[in-house]
């Protein structure tokens, strides 16, 4: 090498003193190439003891025989390094580091690996001493190669990559024995089955049983031979992606899957990041942001950030002896000194046990009449809010705290209200005057004003009465209730909803298009206008009229309506998390949990059930006229920003006195939710409502649609949603098969089971084929709150299938 760079020299010179300085370029560009492919990078297959020293400028790099890996000095800046293993992917993802006590290995550029005479393969910084993790001695004919899987192997196995795992597992990778420590260093996955807080060794996730190993197929093998299935599952060899297990920063672990140029998370072990302990500081509570994958740390009343952790609350004014209690619901404190948890008779006692200890910094309580009271003690930690929790943490203030703000947490009381009450107070009558003229003069100045506006309007109503008198005679509008909604203009809507723009289309109801739009009083409402004008007055009319005398907080609200132009629009409140098809179904096979909305736990699903049931129950039975829906179905049931449900879509309601019976000339409804009656030309009662309330109670609990297979050898014209069901919980015993998929890893044989047993029961006795053996909906509802004993169901069967 040196001879080369000596004659290039010698021939510049000699052409320096003969040639014209044009002519030095040549020279010159022969120089540039020499010295630019000198520092090309280079591959290598394995490294052994005649590629030694490896050190980061040297600009190489260790590939698999695929190249799906590669191996090197991967730079954290121009001067420091970490020797990593990689995907060799855009956006190269690190899958192991060196790492000395669970950190990787910072590098600085004097860094070299070495394979000695004798065998041994180092790793050096710019000291002497060996930072290679573990042991590794062959002989000089050693080397070190990257295998296919990700390995990376010294000699016949003698040391490999896979036993010292940093924060990801790899598909063929033994976990049985090892554990991930998070890149922050903040979290552990020990026992290869429990989540660990390292700063304060605190678990906070824990599997039913350990992990073994991550396959390809995207499951992952447990110890009881069960197995850990990912949302994008497939046993297809040609359509094998490249997956990988890791402990994220948050963390929360989660299985991977590389589609499209991206990583998709297709599994994670926690749903609620904010349920990880370490998130937030003490006294601090931590809430989800709007993206659903992230959170921020919130101070709640009487608190401000703390000046040496933004992610901890400090108090504004110390506790003395008078202090108050302030609510926040659900919020919870899962960390403390002492959290002591009592039985008590009621709130009264719960607060008083606070209050009579000095160290108690609050106390939450559950209102489920069991007495669940915990007292929070010397320190509030792992603060989160989430309505899971169904708990209202009670904070003790000082009574000076000045603070006046309303608190962010509210909803779990207030949502158990049916009903707002009205409070009407009249001003302090002034003193009595002995001014009897003034007083006559007041009142006959007001009469003459009441006379005057009486004419005046009088007037106005007859200007006006000969051009509303057919209108309102051609649509029915003396069928709409005294004081009834608001009734808009076609332009007022127009300019709510941006001209019907295509971009503000939320959806498409049983007669029209929805569209998003916001009133000049900064109201959001939701829009609907019905299609097929001439043929739709009747379904028109209908749904103004009964949603206008309904008030329950489980039924959608009407503003308004329109009815000029031609154009049939109704106005309602706008219900923003949409409807809850969204949330039980996917769209696609392709869809995985970052396309989703967040997934519905057990204690949501069993709320929107009983919400349901007592909205339908109260148009069944609570009302002065019997209204049918006629249509009930996930799409027709709206989640609030609590996930309080709402049904919407009176569209097919029939509105008749409670002792008829309601005979129709066509059939109603969506196939697959509709009752048997239907088909059979019956008449149709209250109990084709209780019918199609028990399939979208089935739906709720295995989160499949009513005709979908799953997984049964039955001819597909011999299928039938409810017997497959019936057949697995109550002949079979395995009521686990039934479970919705997504959530089954979430399910607790202690805590869920008496929850989803009522709610299976319940849908069978409602899917039975004969209308009078199943039940009132103001039965099924109290079947579903436990209030009545419910036996054994029969088998529900369709008519033209019989009995079997």
């Known amino acids: 090498m040196a001879g080369i760079k000596m004659a290039l020299k010698t021939l510049v010179s000699q052409i320096h003193m003969t040639m014209s300085p044009f002519c030095l370029l040549l020279p010159l560009l022969l120089i540039f190439s020499y010295t630019s492919l000198s520092s090309q990078q280079q591959n290598l297959t394995s490294f052994s003891i005649s590629n030694s020293p490896w050190r980061p400028h040297n600009n190489t790099l260790l590939y698999s025989p695929n190249s799906t890996f590669a191996a090197g000095f991967h730079p954290l800046t121009n001067s420091l390094f970490t020797f990593s293993i ?102 552990r996955f020990s026992n290869s089955s429990t989540l660990v807080f390292i700063a304060h060794n605190e678990p906070y996730y824990s599997t039913p049983s350990a992990f073994l190993q991550l396959n390809s197929d995207g499951s992952v093998t447990q110890a009881s031979k069960t197995s850990i299935i990912s949302a994008d599952f497939s046993s297809d060899i040609s359509n094998l992606r490249v997956r ?49 994958s992230s959170s921020i740390c919130v101070c709640p009343p009487g608190f401000r950030k703390s000046s040496s952790d933004q992610t901890a609350c400090e108090r504004k004014t110390a506790l003395s002896n008078s202090t108050k209690f302030i609510r ?81 947490f509210t909803g779990l009381t207030t949502l158990m209200e049916t009903t707002c009450p009205v409070r009407i107070s009249l001003p302090i009558p002034p003193e009595e005057s002995n001014s009897t003229t003034r007083n006559i003069a007041i009142i006959c100045t007001l009469f003459a004003i009441e006379l005057m506006s009486g004419i005046l309007f009088f007037w106005a109503f007859l200007k006006k009465y000969i051009k509303y008198r057919d209108m309102a005679q051609t649509f029915g509008l003396e069928l709409l209730p005294a004081g009834g909604r608001k009734r808009f203009t076609y332009a007022e809507l127009k300019a709510a909803t941006n001209d019907f723009c295509y971009a503000n289309a939320i959806g498409k109801g049983g007669f029209g298009d929805v569209y998003r739009g916001e009133l000049p009083d900064k109201r959001i409402v939701a829009v609907k206008c019905l299609k097929d004008v ?29 009815a000029e132009k031609g154009q049939r629009i109704l106005v309602y409140e706008y219900v923003p998390n949409g409807s809850l098809d969204r949330y039980l179904f996917r769209e696609s096979e392709m869809e995985t949990i970052d396309d989703r909305k967040p997934i519905l736990d057990w204690g949501i699903r069993y709320r929107i059930s009983l919400g349901v049931a007592r909205a339908i129950a109260y148009l069944h039975e609570e009302c002065l006229e019997w209204v049918l829906h006629c249509d009930i179905k ?92 019936f057949n697995k919980v109550f002949k079979e015993m395995r009521v686990e098969e039934i479970l919705d998929r997504k959530i089954k890893h979430c399910y607790d044989n202690k805590m869920h089971f008496e929850m989803v047993d009522r709610m299976v029961k319940t849908a069978m006795w409602c899917l039975q084929d004969r209308p009078d053996n199943r039940p009132s909906m103001g039965k099924v509802a109290k079947m579903l709150e436990g209030t009545v004993e419910i036996t054994e169901p029969k088998q529900p069967t369709i008519f033209f299938l019989g009995d079997e």
């Not at 192991?96 to 065998?119: C, F, M, Q, R, Y």
């Open 328 to 408: 926040l619901d659900y919020v919870n404190f899962t960390g403390g000194s002492n959290q002591t948890d009592l039985k008590v008779a009621n709130f009264s006692t719960c607060r008083s046990s606070c209050l009579n200890n000095r160290d108690c910094l609050g106390f939450m309580f559950k209102y489920d009449g069991q007495g669940f009271c915990v007292l929070q003690l010397d320190k509030m930690l792992y603060g989160y809010w989430s309505p899971g929790t169904e708990k209202a943490m009670f904070l003790r203030l000082d009574s000076s705290e000045t603070e006046t703000d309303e608190p962010k």
């Open 534 to 562: 001439t043929g739709g007055d009747t379904e028109f009319w209908a749904e103004v009229t009964i949603i206008a005398r309904m008030h329950h907080l489980n039924l959608v609200r009407l503003w308004g309506f329109c």
């Open 86 to 187: 990689w995907f060799n992917f855009p956006n190269a993802t690190l899958v192991w580091s060196a790492n000395l006590d669970n950190s990787p290995l910072i590098l600085s550029v004097e860094a070299s690996i070495s394979i000695t005479a004798t065998g041994h393969l180092t790793l050096t910084n710019s000291s002497a001493t060996n930072l290679w993790p573990g042991t590794a001695i062959g002989n000089s004919n050693s080397s070190l190669v990257l295998t296919e899987d990700g390995n990376l192997v010294y000699g016949n196995s003698i040391w490999e990559s896979f036993n010292y795992p940093t924060d990801t597992f790899l598909p063929a990778q033994n976990i049985n024995g090892t554990q991930l420590v998070s890149k922050n260093g903040k979290f």
């Open 244 to 292: 990988r297990l890791t402990l994220d920063d948050d963390g929360v672990l989660r299985i991977y899957s590389f589609y499209l140029d991206n990583w998709i998370a297709v599994w994670q072990s926690i749903q609620e990041v904010c349920q990880v302990r370490g998130i937030c500081g003490a006294n601090a509570i931590c809430m989800p942001s709007s993206s659903n």
């Open 634 to 725: 996930p799409e027709n049931i709206l989640l609030g920003d609590d996930f309080c449900p709402k049904i919407s879509d009176f569209g097919l309601a029939k509105l008749r006195k409670k002792e008829d019976m309601v005979s129709m000339s066509r059939i109603r409804g969506t196939r697959g939710y509709m009752a048997p009656e239907w088909v059979k030309s019956d008449q149709i009662t209250s109990k084709a409502d209780v019918y199609s309330f028990g399939m979208v109670l089935l739906e709720l609990v295995t989160g499949s649609r009513n005709f979908e297979a799953q997984g049964s050898f039955m001819k597909s014209e011999d299928w039938y949603f409810p017997k497959w069901a």
